[in-house]
């Protein structure tokens, strides 16, 4: 049977903070299987992790910096307050390799490399039945496309490392220690059922068009063969200098890009995170030319609901009970619900009842939908079950 137990520390040592959090996680779990560990970037990360191993000898970590804070059972914690969180695992049938490659490299060699790094750590030559992934907000398509090309289609869950200040101070890490860019990932392998559910929870509007003109991987030029930002600002009612730089990222939590899977069964949100001043806009994920996009909107009242909702829709896809729940809610809606974050606590602490959880805040979410397709957005709720 799978157990979980949750633990959290706001020491201000690092060091202390980590086997606080992990001493209070490890509680009623022998042996512990996988600990999923988020902190403050504001900590010396390597001597917070030192803290958890000290607890922890031995057992698979990974993790990464989450925006602004963690919510455990026990609440929301961080703010301006450093802070850890963790969510330890325990099932003596689950075999887990945590493995992470840094760059240099290519994003998909680095994603064939750390697979491979994962099958060996958990003494397997076979695919694991899910996967877990990190990796700074920047390449994680590509990373999955390595994946991908050693083990094919497996579901995954994860997201993307965030610091506070969007300043690019965010880490990720696993029991070796905590680097700023490259990949890291946990394979599993158990016989209970893992359940995701991937979902942005905006409402589509009539508001859409065609992607004309795309440079790199994540910068909108044109929608319709006009520049994208007045595009938007049309759809929006608003002059483009209301949407200049980052005024574009603030104005869009409540109102982003949508593009729909080929099956219309999972709108991934993309974020537009810059309006330039050649009237493109930076978006948080890639695009592509010739595909649909959709002007999607929530209110802040509705992104509080749809925590609650989306983790009741998660336990209506399990098979059975759940043993644990891992959460992960995009840093951007974070922001945007700015001092209600409470409510969300309170939102899902109700929908998870006695079943420990942990949210961590991220740059970027990764999730699976309806066909087993594995997708990346921003502005989403990537929320998974472990069965008991």
């Given at each position: ?258 593009v729909k899977d080929r099956l219309g069964d999972l709108v991934a949100i993309r974020h537009p995170m810059n ?114």
């Amino acid at each position: 049977m799978l157990k979980a137990n949750t633990g959290s520390s706001i020491n201000s040592d690092a060091k202390l903070a980590g086997a606080e959090a992990a001493a209070a996680a490890k509680v009623g779990l022998d042996p512990v299987s996988l600990a999923f560990v988020y902190a403050s970037c504001d900590y010396d990360l390597d001597a917070m992790l030192a803290g958890v191993a000290e607890e922890l000898p031995g057992v698979p970590v990974i993790g990464n910096t989450s925006f602004t804070g963690v919510i455990t059972p026990d609440g929301y914690i961080g703010g301006d307050t450093p802070f850890v969180g963790i969510l330890a695992l325990s099932d003596p049938d689950m075999s887990v390799g945590v493995a992470a490659v840094e760059k240099p490299g290519t994003a998909i060699e680095m994603g064939e490399q750390v697979a491979l790094a994962a099958m060996a750590a958990a003494g397997q030559d076979v695919a694991p039945d899910y996967y877990y992934m990190v990796a700074p907000p920047a390449e994680e398509e590509f990373y999955v496309k390595g994946i991908t090309n050693i083990i094919g289609r497996v579901p995954f869950f994860g997201g993307s490392a965030a610091d506070n200040t969007i300043a690019g101070q965010w880490k990720l890490y696993t029991g070796e220690g905590a680097f700023a860019d490259g990949i890291a990932v946990a394979f599993i392998y158990t016989d209970k059922a893992i359940t995701n559910k991937f979902t942005g929870a905006y409402r589509e509007t009539d508001d859409m068009g065609i992607i004309t003109k795309v440079e790199g991987d994540r910068t909108l030029v044109e929608i319709n063969g006009k520049p994208a930002l007045e595009q938007y600002a049309e759809w929006r009612g608003m002059s483009v200098d209301q949407l200049k730089g980052g005024d574009l990222l603030v104005a869009t939590i409540t109102s982003p890009l949508g593009v729909k899977d080929r099956l219309g069964d999972l709108v991934a949100i993309r974020h537009p995170m810059n309006g330039n001043d050649d009237m493109s806009m930076n978006i948080g994920n890639k695009l592509a030319e010739g595909t649909a996009v959709i002007r999607m909107e929530g209110s802040v009242d509705e992104l509080i609901d749809s925590t609650g909702k989306t983790l009741e829709e998660l336990k209506a896809k399990m098979p059975g009970p759940a043993g644990a729940y891992h959460l992960v809610h995009c840093g951007g809606r974070r922001a945007g619900i700015d001092t209600r974050i409470d409510e969300v606590a309170e939102q899902i602490k109700a929908a998870a009842g006695d079943t420990p959880f942990i949210v961590e805040f991220t740059f970027g979410e990764y999730g699976t939908e309806a066909d087993g397709v594995n997708a990346c957005g921003g502005l989403m709720l990537s929320f998974t079950a472990f069965e008991a």
